[in-house]
């Protein structure tokens, strides 16, 4: 994480490797905005944009050398697209140039950003988008290579509200929402190899380690005597065993009441029903569900919200092993239902059942589930749009805070008629659907196992891992979710039941 600091001093005199200021486009060129640059220099910037290749557009970063009347001796201007009618910047927009520009200018150790940000609002997303822009994992790099893989050491960001106790809270909220991201995205990047069940789990209590979230351990088994048979039947084909790890933040008088449950396949090879080859490298981030339920508990903490909650990680490696569970095995979730598994693939809602049960059991108010279920979500909404299932109150709760957070997410329905698909010839269910509308049946699946509780079911099976980067996040692990579901409880804090 890099070190984050605020200021409302001017931006022309901070000492800082590089200052990033913004530009828009208007008719004939650029405009310059975020700081008092001398005018001189704004002017002859603006001036030979055109000339510069420079447009002012979204994801367009580019350094010149910055001149005289500016400390820093490069300046990089960053594209914010078109201001809304009122001149503003929408905070995606400014979260997104101030990304962009801390990505790009990996390997800087001082950078200054100057964006127009006059409020608490806008100065939080400028923030928050530097801190995300500036992730780079290198854990696995050895010598100077790791060097260079570095991201930003330390971001200053200047605005006028960095003075006023509501403009600093914005940027102490942003360095909590900043660190879960990176937390979830450090954990996703893992080398399954690294990153089994019973490691999450000990990550799990790391990450509680010193707050208030108490977490417990079921291995493998403690989740035999408890008869989940989900994860269970998932885990049995690898040598590393499943668990289900419970992390729960419990404020007193808490304004509402809310269970996560995510989805934590450590690696995901389809089991007996094997996935193709090419591309079974991106399944060590089939837990990116689980890492982003986590990591929101322990924001919600370090946040202090007024709000109860308790997530759940599904921990298990799929693999087909010599004890795996074979195409026509009929196992028992959690409570009893049977399910006869017809594709072992089809994992990720067997080991969410079990979960899911015992989550309602506790009597949240709402349960949102975040999972990498289907690559049928990513053929509907492409890669970087999430889709969002459930309860119509679950599913407007979180378009809702996804508009805030600017982590797109997009709805799918339930349609009746798919549910018959579900219905066993052997067991009470079947663990796969028809084929078209695959992301839907999952979550009838699931629904199977909600009951009457309002509900929203995440699939980020597209955006939890990035193959390529854009705006704040590189290529990778994401952390997707972590903003728009911690948004969605800061929301329950004020609206507990609507
Ligand atoms: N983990 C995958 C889904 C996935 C696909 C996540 C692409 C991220 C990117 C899931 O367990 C899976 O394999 N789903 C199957 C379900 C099918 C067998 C019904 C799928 O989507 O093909
Ligand atoms: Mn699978
Ligand atoms: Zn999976």
């Known amino acids: 994480m890099p070190e984050l600091t605020c200021s409302a001093k001017s931006p022309i005199a901070a000492k800082a490797d590089a200052l990033v200021v913004g530009t828009h486009p208007v008719p004939g060129g650029v405009a ?3 700081a008092d640059l001398p005018r001189a220099l704004a002017a002859r910037v603006a001036d030979l944009a055109p000339a510069l290749g420079i447009s002012g557009e979204p994801d367009e970063v580019r350094r010149l050398p910055a001149g005289s009347g500016v400390k820093a001796p490069v300046l990089v201007l960053v594209g914010l697209g078109e201001p809304n009618p009122d001149g503003r910047f929408t905070s995606e927009a400014l979260r997104r140039a101030a990304g962009a520009a801390a ?18 609002a806008a100065l939080g997303a400028v923030a928050e988008g530097a ?59 893992t080398a399954p190899n690294d990153l089994y069940p019973a490691a999450f789990a000990d990550a799990a209590k790391a990450a509680a380690k010193g707050t208030g979230v108490k977490v417990t351990v079921l291995d493998e088994k403690a989740l035999a005597a408890g008869s989940y048979g989900g994860l269970l039947a998932v885990g049995q084909g690898s ?129 949102m589930d975040v999972a990498t279920l289907t690559g049928a979500a990513v053929v509907a909404l492409g890669k970087r749009t999430a889709a969002v299932m459930g309860t119509e109150l679950g599913r407007g709760i979180v378009l809702e805070a996804s508009e805030v957070s600017g982590e797109p997410f997009w709805p799918l329905p339930f349609p009746a008629e798919l549910r018959a698909d579900l219905t066993g010839r052997v067991a009470d269910l079947r663990n796969i659907g028809d084929r078209p509308g695959g992301a839907l049946s999952a979550g009838i699946f699931l629904a199977e196992f909600v009951g009457e509780t309002e509900w929203a079911h ?16 590189g290529k990778g692990a994401t952390g997707m979710s972590v903003r728009t579901v911690l948004q969605v409880l800061e929301d329950r804090a004020t609206a507990p039941t609507t």
């Open 32 to 34: 310059v905005v975020g």
């Open 103 to 120: 990505r790009e200018l990996a390997g800087t150790d001082a950078v200054a950003i100057a964006l127009p940000a006059d409020d608490a």
């Open 131 to 189: 801190a995300l822009g500036a992730y780079a994992y290198s854990r696995y790099r050895t010598g100077p290579d790791a060097e260079h893989r570095r991201g930003v050491r330390a971001l200053e960001v200047f605005s006028p509200a960095a003075k006023g106790a509501a403009g600093k809270a914005a940027a102490a909220r942003a360095t909590i929402i900043a660190d879960a991201v990176h937390a979830v995205r450090d954990l996703v990047n």
């Open 239 to 367: 040598a590393r065993t499943p668990r289900l790890v419970k992390v729960a933040y419990a404020p007193t008088r808490p304004a509402a009441k809310i269970a996560l449950v995510g989805k934590g396949i450590t690696f995901d090879s389809g089991g007996i029903s094997i996935k193709p080859a090419k591309g079974m490298e991106a399944m060590k981030s089939d837990m990116a569900g689980a890492a982003a339920v986590l990591h929101t508990v322990v924001a919600a903490e370090r946040l202090g919200l007024p709000v109860a909650v308790t997530g759940w990680l599904c921990l298990a490696e799929n693999m087909p092993g010599g004890s795996a569970q074979r195409p026509s095995d009929v196992i028992a979730i959690r409570g009893g239902k049977t399910v006869e598994v017809l594709n072992t693939d089809a994992e990720g809602r067997m080991v969410m059942a079990d979960a899911l049960v015992d989550a309602v059991a506790d009597g949240p108010d709402l349960v």
């Open 458 to 473: 995440l699939d980020i099976a597209g955006p939890g891992f990035a193959s390529a980067p854009l705006g704040y996040m």
